[in-house]
């Protein structure tokens, strides 16, 4: 498989997995599994980030910045 490919396997499995566990409801639920999945995720989308770095340059330093500032700007515009 090319890089691109794993890249975006790893996407679509971590969003299978936002929506099995469901952590806007783990918040609540259970934040032990919560910090648990947000964990993962956390360091999955930072792995990511890193990966797509010779593709996306520009969007892997966004993924980056809005990971070590908690400040979130759309990483491509929006096609209307």
């Given at each position: 498989?090319?890089?691109?490919?794993?890249i975006?396997?790893?996407?679509?499995?971590?969003?299978?997995?936002?929506?099995?566990?469901?952590?806007?409801?783990?918040?609540?639920?259970n934040?032990?599994?919560?910090?648990?999945?947000?964990?993962?995720?956390?360091?999955d989308?930072?792995?990511?980030?890193?990966?797509?770095?010779?593709?996306?340059?520009?969007?892997s330093?966004?993924?980056?910045?809005?990971?070590?500032?908690?400040?979130v700007?759309?990483?491509?515009?929006?096609?209307?």
């Amino acid at each position: 498989a090319d890089a691109l490919q794993v890249i975006w396997e790893k996407v679509a499995d971590d969003n299978k997995m936002i929506g099995y566990e469901k952590p806007w409801e783990l918040v609540e639920a259970n934040p032990e599994r919560f910090k648990f999945v947000m964990t993962n995720l956390l360091n999955d989308i930072s792995r990511i980030a890193f990966a797509l770095k010779p593709f996306l340059p520009s969007t892997s330093e966004k993924i980056e910045a809005a990971l070590k500032t908690g400040k979130v700007e759309p990483l491509f515009q929006r096609i209307k």
